[in-house]
């Protein structure tokens, strides 16, 4: 089957894709990145399977959300459903090194802290940390809780997740997510009432950046969405902030990396060279959608900068990490950026 699969790639699907990528392919930066959901040590076991066929395909980088999916020993209260231990990890690592394929993972910060009715281990052991205390019953009317980012407390234990990780994955680099951060600055937040939106967030990024950066001297990535002001440009709420925190983008370091995603297709991608212009490392982002990964792929490659990283496609669920190698937006986006 795996030979079957390399067969159809070299003399079907490859000459297809590469005829809409231009000469400038090898001039291009090339981090051919995959990002997946790891919650669980069955996903981190069925990941580690499927490295070096993925490697194979072209992909160098793989952003592993880890979240409360690790058996943290600094904080066992925190630790999910399942959770992958340190061999399960250390095995996914080896992996990875032995198709030099670089692991980052990711520990989603602020924002989403519940999915649907369920909070996670943090606001559910720590529920003094929520920005909403006692707010909306079993999550209703809203999309996703959120942490405090005033609350004293709160980076202690934090900031111990993100110690263990950087160990045990022996990382020189971590995603801090912060995406669709909806609940911030709420008026029912004893510390947040009342203040500038758009300096809690950036607060939140410059603690999370003081420990990895500064402490760690690692790199830091970060979701661009909440950054991006949904007034100047028309994304909508989601891949845009309208809720105030996009003034935050002045107020952060420029060495931190922007993974800025977009789903839908669209004929212009403004974010892009927004943060490219700001001084930021960017790192498009695309979903399941073939065509939009295509248009997005083709925007963001017009712009010869070295700032301009290559491409990271997301996965959300749209296909087991076992069907992963047959994913087309990934082999679209991995091709074009060899």
């Not at 990711?106 to 519940?114: I, K, R, Y």
């Not at 669209?266 to 490392?281: A, N, V």
Request: proline share 4%; aromatic share 10%; with cysteine.
């Amino acid at each position: 089957m795996k030979n079957f699969l390399s067969c159809l790639l070299v003399t079907c699907i490859l000459p297809f894709f590469c005829a809409s990528c231009t000469a400038s392919v090898q001039k291009s930066p090339n981090w051919r990145g995959l990002h997946v959901l790891m919650t669980t040590q069955d996903k981190t076991q069925e990941l580690t399977e499927v490295v070096g066929d993925l490697a194979k395909l072209g992909v160098n980088v793989i952003i592993a959300e880890i979240n409360y999916g690790y058996e943290y020993e600094s904080h066992p209260e925190l630790r999910g459903k399942n959770p992958s231990k340190r061999e399960h990890i250390k095995r996914l690592l080896g992996e990875c090194r032995k198709h030099n394929v670089r692991l980052i993972p990711q520990f989603q910060c602020l924002g989403h802290q519940s999915w649907r009715e369920n909070v996670f281990p943090l606001l559910v052991k720590y529920p003094q940390f929520d920005e909403t205390l006692g707010q909306y019953d079993k999550n209703e009317q809203i999309y996703c809780r959120s942490w405090c980012p005033l609350h004293p407390q709160v980076n202690r234990i934090v900031f111990d997740l993100m110690d263990e990780l950087i160990f045990v994955f022996e990382a020189d680099a971590l995603h801090v997510g912060m995406d669709e951060v909806f609940l911030i600055g709420e008026d029912s937040c004893p510390r947040c009432k009342g203040q500038n939106k758009a300096k809690l967030f950036a607060k939140a990024v410059n603690d999370y950046h003081d420990r990895l950066v500064k402490k760690h001297k690692i790199e830091m990535l970060m979701w661009g969405d909440r950054l991006i002001n949904a007034g100047k440009i028309n994304y909508g709420k989601w891949e845009a902030s309208a809720n105030g925190t996009a003034g935050a983008i002045n107020m952060i370091p420029k060495d931190i990396i922007i993974c800025d995603w977009h789903y839908e297709k669209r004929d212009t991608y403004e974010s892009i060279p927004m943060f490219l212009k700001k001084g930021f490392r960017v790192w498009p982002t695309g979903w399941k959608k073939l065509e939009a990964t295509k248009a997005l792929v083709e925007y963001s490659r017009r712009f010869e900068n070295s700032r301009m990283l290559g491409h990271l496609n997301t996965t959300w669920g749209a296909v087991p990490i076992k069907d992963l190698t047959k994913f087309e937006p990934i082999l679209y986006a991995t091709i074009c950026f060899r």
